[in-house]
Every structure is written in structure tokens, then in C-alpha cells.
């Protein structure tokens, strides 16, 4: 099955500066990534998610990449704000079962002002 | 569009007990739904796949008999935590999805914390 690993486990940037959160898979039969930000105690929120046939796609201060041959994808925040504050995951899902989804480890980001 | 809820919010309950949650998706039909645990500062661990009216399929080492999972409607699944013990004490994620639209989003509840003394 898939296996999605997470780096770094936890990131301190200060506000302004950018974020980058990398996720590798094993299964190159995944489609499709998206990325959670998850605040304590809520559900996960979907920020943005790229599907196998695009490299990159972008919404306002957040992108992600995507690498087919390296399987590897990554989470660029830009000017980055204490609101960033919160846990990312990533995942990957080859749209088989419904869509299931496999998830990182996850991502403690803290923005200090 | 696309709202999932989750009953209850938060529930506190004796070791020994069983006690149920439920999934519904507001404004779609869910012909997939998913059940994660999520333990404090780790990851959404999936549990089982639930789809309408055929058996749920369980991830390897979640016990089946212990967390019964009911998929009766196209709006509705719900999860069963059978005799409860403190080390079932989680936070319980329900998702849905609708594949069969090309749709590859996950609309995820808003969680249930259950408490097991």
C-alpha cells in the first residue's frame, strides 16, 4: 500500500519568511495530493491539492510542486503570518477505495511574530 | 457545499460501555465514508472504509468486532466503540467522499473527542 512520509516533523519560522514542508510517496500510482492545515481540536481543512497531470499550482501566498519521477511533493508558504500557526499534513490517494486517502506524519508549524 | 457533521462533539463515558457516533453528510450523497483516530500530536490514522449498504473494509490491526461500523444510508455512517477501555480515549474523524462525480476531495466532520474513565 502507500507510504507518505513527512519532513520536517516541526518548523519555527518568523513571520515574514517563508515555510516549506516536503512529502515523499512510494506509490506511483497516487493522483492526487492534497494538504490539510489542522488547528487544535478542529477538523483538518483542506488548503490546497494538485493532481498528478500538473507540476504546480498556486493560491495567493501558498503553492504546491509536485515531482512524478522523484515522487515527491512540496507546500511553499510565503510571508508567512502567525494565523500559520498550526499542524500541516499532507496526503496521497491513487482514487482507488473511494478515494482513500493515506496521510503524513504531519508538520507543527509555529510563526513567531 | 459538501458539509459533513458529527454527533456527539465530545462524550465522556465509563470503561466497559459502548457508545456511538455518527457521520452525516448535510448537503450530498456519501457514497464513501472514512473513520480516522487521531491520538494527541500524531497523525489521522484511518480505521475503516464505510460504504452504503455493504460491509466496512478495515486498515490491518483495527479490530472490527470492537469498532462496528454501520453504513445505512447515503447521509449516514456511524461508529460503535464497543466496551470501552481508557486506551480507546481519541479523537474519532469522520470523512466523506463522492468519487463517482470525479470528485477527489475528502470532506472531513468536525471530529468527536471521546473520554473513556
Known amino acids: 500500500g502507500e507510504n507518505v512520509e513527512q519532513h520536517p516533523s516541526t518548523l519555527s519560522v518568523q513571520e515574514g519568511d517563508s515555510a516549506v514542508i516536503k512529502c515523499t510517496y512510494s506509490d506511483s500510482a497516487s493522483n492526487y495530493f492534497p494538504w490539510y492545515k489542522q488547528e487544535l481540536g478542529k477538523r483538518p481543512q483542506l488548503i490546497i491539492d494538485?493532481?498528478?497531470?500538473?507540476g504546480e499550482k498556486k493560491d495567493q501566498r501558498i503553492a504546491v510542486t509536485l515531482n512524478k519521477t522523484a515522487k515527491h511533493f512540496s507546500l511553499h508558504i510565503t510571508e508567512t503570518q502567525p494565523e500559520d500557526s498550526a499542524v500541516y499534513f499532507c496526503?496521497?490517494?491513487?482514487?482507488?477505495?473511494?478515494?482513500?486517502?493515506?496521510f503524513g506524519g504531519g508538520t507543527r508549524v509555529l510563526v513567531k511574530p | 457545499g459538501a458539509v459533513v457533521s458529527q454527533h456527539p462533539s465530545w462524550v465522556i463515558c465509563k470503561s466497559g460501555t459502548s457508545v456511538k457516533i455518527e457521520c452525516r453528510s448535510l448537503d450530498f450523497q456519501a457514497t464513501t465514508m472514512f473513520w480516522y483516530r487521531q491520538f494527541p500530536k500524531q497523525s489521522l490514522m484511518l480505521m475503516a472504509t464505510?460504504?452504503?449498504?455493504?460491509?466496512?473494509?478495515?486498515e490491518q490491526g483495527v479490530e472490527k468486532d470492537k469498532f462496528l461500523i454501520n453504513h445505512a444510508s447515503l447521509t449516514l455512517s456511524t461508529l460503535t466503540v464497543t466496551s470501552a477501555h481508557p486506551e480507546d480515549s481519541s479523537f474519532y474523524i469522520c470523512?466523506?467522499?463522492?468519487?463517482?462525480?470525479?470528485?477527489?476531495?475528502?470532506?472531513f466532520g468536525p471530529g468527536t473527542r471521546l473520554t473513556v474513565t
Open positions: 496526503a496521497g490517494s491513487d482514487g482507488a477505495a473511494g478515494n482513500k486517502l493515506t
Open positions: 494538485i493532481r498528478s497531470n500538473v
Open positions: 470523512s466523506a467522499s463522492r468519487p463517482g462525480e470525479g470528485d477527489y476531495e475528502q470532506y
Open positions: 464505510s460504504n452504503e449498504g455493504s460491509k466496512a473494509t478495515y
